[in-house]
């Protein structure tokens, strides 16, 4: 039985190339010191697993000779690795770097472009001699999504707080643009810093007023918007931020000429009418106007956004907001 195993493996082995060999070499000369390379026969293969110190110039080789049917690469991820890496967020999590029987890289080619525009040394574990078949498997489950990281922090309700800081975090940054090539969204890992950067008690606080409207607030804000304005309004003035929501979620207590009740109408108006549509900076600037005018006590029939309008949310000059 062991003769036979042995006899099977070696005929395993033989499937090794010439340019497998030659990455092989590479790979074992920047192994990392005291650790040791470990064969298993995977898939019908027979595969060699090592921890490797994947230095710029060691990244540069491998993707100038060993990277020859991969994907395309993405600018978007490389430099999204390459963000982590250099705000200190890179945590080595056990994913590996893999090559096919003929030495093609067929998962990692983003994190060596990172290693190379970082100019840093990482470790990391690396697989060589799978099925060529494998490449098809590569990234096909659920990505893991920040709501998930912060289920597994314990943080109750997290798809909502995980949308709610992400909302918050894109407006305080100023990104309101529907352009794609905006990096609006936070990591994971900073995702969880952002969110006790915030405070839980006050994210707290604004999803509970979320929950308080959710039945009367007739859909025309989304969930994020009702609970990450709850957050930003009340950073400003914490009585006036709630009342403004309260009045325009639930339409309750309004006057005729209120920046709030032309607010609400436009946002009725935008749900009902398919003819009538506010893109995603129109509807911020209009909140943002509409809050404006309701802390300066102004009346309004129609909200008019000026043309040079920018959205902000601050406390208009010469404004008191001191009631005591």
Wanted: charged share 25%; glycine share 6%; proline share 2%.
């Amino acid at each position: 039985m062991f003769t036979k195993e042995i006899k099977r493996l070696s005929k395993v082995e033989r499937r090794k190339t010439k340019s497998l060999s030659k990455l092989e070499t590479y790979l074992e000369s920047f192994k990392v010191e005291g650790t040791s390379s470990w064969s298993l026969n995977y898939g019908g293969n027979l595969t060699t697993h090592r921890l490797v110190s994947f230095t710029p110039e060691l990244a540069s080789k491998v993707l100038s000779e060993f990277n020859n049917s991969n994907r395309p690469s993405n600018k978007g991820n490389v430099k999204f690795l390459t963000k982590e890496i250099l705000s200190g967020n890179w945590v080595s999590n056990g994913e590996s770097i893999t090559f096919d029987l003929n030495g093609n890289c067929n998962n990692g080619q983003h994190r060596l472009k990172a290693i190379i525009d970082t100019d840093t040394t990482l470790d990391i574990l690396t697989i060589t001699n799978l099925s060529e078949e494998a490449f098809k498997t590569i990234d096909t489950g659920k990505t893991r999504a920040g709501s998930d990281v912060l289920s597994i922090e314990g943080i109750s309700n997290a798809a909502h707080i995980s949308a709610m800081v992400k909302f918050i975090y894109a407006f305080k940054q100023g990104k309101y643009s529907a352009n794609r090539q905006v990096q609006r969204t936070l990591s994971n890992t900073e995702l969880i810093d952002y969110y006790y950067e915030l405070g839980e008690d006050k994210i707290y606080e604004s999803y509970k007023f979320y929950n308080s409207v959710r039945d009367t607030y007739s859909n025309i804000l989304t969930p994020t918007y009702v609970s990450g304005f709850h957050y930003l309004l009340t950073e400003i003035d914490s009585e006036r931020g709630e009342e403004f929501l309260r009045m325009l979620c639930e339409g309750i207590n309004l006057t005729k000429n209120s920046p709030i009740t032309a607010l609400r109408s436009k946002l009725i108006k935008a749900k009902v009418d398919k003819n009538y549509k506010l893109t995603n900076e129109d509807l911020l600037k209009n909140i943002s106007y509409s809050w404006e005018k309701y802390l300066e006590g102004k009346q309004v029939k129609k909200l008019k956004i000026p043309s040079e309008y920018e959205i902000k949310l601050v406390i208009p000059k010469g404004l008191n907001l001191d009631f005591n």
